[in-house]
């Protein structure tokens, strides 16, 4: 396995020098060693990170590099997390870092209609799609009286939630998840968290789902996420909840006003659209590196 990592970079090296790139943008955790990036950077080349994880996770593998070998390497290294992650790589003497969220593809998470049976099949009032983490299994456990469907892997193992769990466990790529999304009246989303005695925690990151459910025309019930304020308008552009109690009132309160709950979600819709794809982030990266 070491070798194809080897080979990998070793090919990708042969591209840089055939084709003199201005930029090199690596992905979090690609097998991309530090000698391609110092070679790279030796060549011209602008090199730069973006750490699309959670920084406290690490990488089981040790073919794929992780943060705190690769971060002082590049010229650039962009993050979806602040705060404690910049004062790690800050002492770790990373060049220069940035802040750069997530967000959404236009192309793929998009309003799709939806009838005949593949209306049945999506159709619910609240969706779900991703890992069935266990402070995610905990609260829908907790969360009975309403047309739940969840999508992803691990739901189906849950004894509790097989009534809810739909696709047999497997994974959802993007194409359906906007079918799945565009077929629910509320777009349930529910950040994952490390904190094994938590079902809902205010987290430092933001999730795709933040962009990708707003841009599928969905109303979005989000839990509470430091940063949320800064790309929606909370209770215009996207409702919140901040614990069991105050999701449960959230819920009836949209599935019963469909006016409201289809003016927020407009809203974000054209918020997304208007500053949150991924043609807005490449933007802000290259205006950042200083080749736009």
Known sequence: KKKIVEHINLAAMGKVID????????????PISPWFVEKASSLGVVTAHWYVENYRYYPSNPLLPAWQIVAPY???FFTIQRGG????LSEMKARRVHYLPTACNPAVSKRRGCSG?????YSSDI??????????????QQMNGWDIKLWGPGWDQIPALTSMAMGDGNWVDSHEESRIINGAKIGLNVHSTLDAGSLIIRGDFLNPRVFTLPACGAFQLVDEQEGLEEVFEIGRQVAVYRDLESL???ID????????????????????????????????????????
């Open 19 to 30: 084709f003199r790139p201005d930029l090199i943008l690596v992905m979090a955790l690609a």
């Open 74 to 76: 590049y010229d650039y």
């Open 85 to 88: 992650f910049h004062k790690k």
């Open 117 to 121: 049976d593949t209306g049945k099949k």
């Open 127 to 140: 969706c779900f799609v991703g890992f069935a983490y266990p402070n995610r299994t905990r609260l829908f």
């Open 248 to 250: 449960k009132s959230q």
């Open 253 to 292: 309160r949209y599935l019963q006003d469909d006016s409201e709950r289809r003016r927020i979600a407009e809203n974000g819709f054209q918020r997304a659209m208007d500053e949150h794809t991924y043609g807005h982030r490449m933007k802000t990266l290259l205006e950042t590196v200083g080749l736009w």
